[in-house]
């Protein structure tokens, strides 16, 4: 079992920035990867980006070049900075780790993130 606990989001213009934080319950080497999903209404969850233990970056499209991950190893916890944040990515953000064994995932509570126009 694995907790992972979220801070961070809010409400913020167009053009503005946020970070979220995501701490796990143990060692981030002891994981396959973390990293952060989102969901607005009416749509599916999808994956903003993530880092494997090795420290492999992955992002999506719709935030490459605004969005950037980091990492402190001995809080055990990523970040996600969010730069010239856009309405549309609003949503509530939801980290996640997985297991390197049983590849079962962990989920926080998910954190709301508002971009007005």
């Known amino acids: 079992q694995v907790q992972v606990a979220e801070s961070g989001g809010g409400l913020v213009q167009a053009g503005g920035s946020l970070r979220l934080s995501c701490a796990a319950s143990?060692?981030?080497?002891?994981?396959?990867?973390m990293g952060w999903y989102r969901q607005a209404p009416g749509k599916q969850r999808e994956l903003v980006a993530d880092i494997t233990s090795g420290g492999t970056e992955k992002y999506a499209d719709s935030v490459r070049g605004r969005f950037t991950l980091g990492r402190d190893n001995a809080k055990d916890t990523v970040y996600l900075q969010m730069n010239s944040l856009k309405p549309e990515d609003t949503a509530v953000y939801y980290c996640?780790?997985?297991?390197?064994?049983?590849?079962?995932?962990?989920w926080g509570q998910g954190t709301q993130v508002t971009v007005s126009s």
């Open positions: 996640y780790c997985q297991d390197p064994y049983t590849h079962t995932y962990y």
């Open positions: 143990r060692s981030i080497f002891s994981l396959n990867a």
